[in-house]
């Protein structure tokens, strides 16, 4: 499967952006999806991750700011940010895993999210 994932681009802070992340074919046999980030000099980190069966868990610093959801018919997952930081800037990365996201290689391309203050 292959995923193209759009969305990023420039927003003050307190704004807001959807991201999307739209798999080349069915995502229903992917347990798990999830949305990475990586800002310059620092390590890739989970954001939020979706199971099939709609449970969601997110990292501290987005809670209440970030919701992630996916919908199988339309094969795309999606992350929407609100009341964004600066803090917030990084590429935006998906992935999906057909158990769990950890031994998965699938990704999508970045999607660049800048956050002016």
């Known amino acids: 499967v292959q995923l193209q994932a759009s969305g990023g681009g420039l927003v003050q802070a307190g704004g807001s952006l959807r991201l999307s992340c739209t798999a080349s074919?069915?995502?229903?046999?992917?347990?798990?999806m999830g949305w990475y980030r990586q800002a310059p000099g620092k390590q890739r980190e989970l954001v939020a991750s979706?199971?099939?069966?709609?449970?969601?868990d997110y990292a501290d610093s987005v809670k209440g700011r970030f919701t992630i959801s996916r919908d199988n018919i339309k094969n795309t997952a999606y992350l929407q940010l609100s009341g964004l930081k600066p803090e917030d800037t990084a590429v935006y990365y998906c992935?999906?895993?057909?158990?769990?996201?950890?031994?998965?290689?699938?990704w999508g391309q970045g999607t660049q999210v800048t956050v002016s203050s």
């Open positions: 979706v199971t099939r069966g709609g449970v969601t």
């Open positions: 992935r999906v895993g057909i158990v769990n996201l950890q031994t998965s290689n699938y």
């Open positions: 074919g069915s995502i229903f046999s992917f347990n798990v």
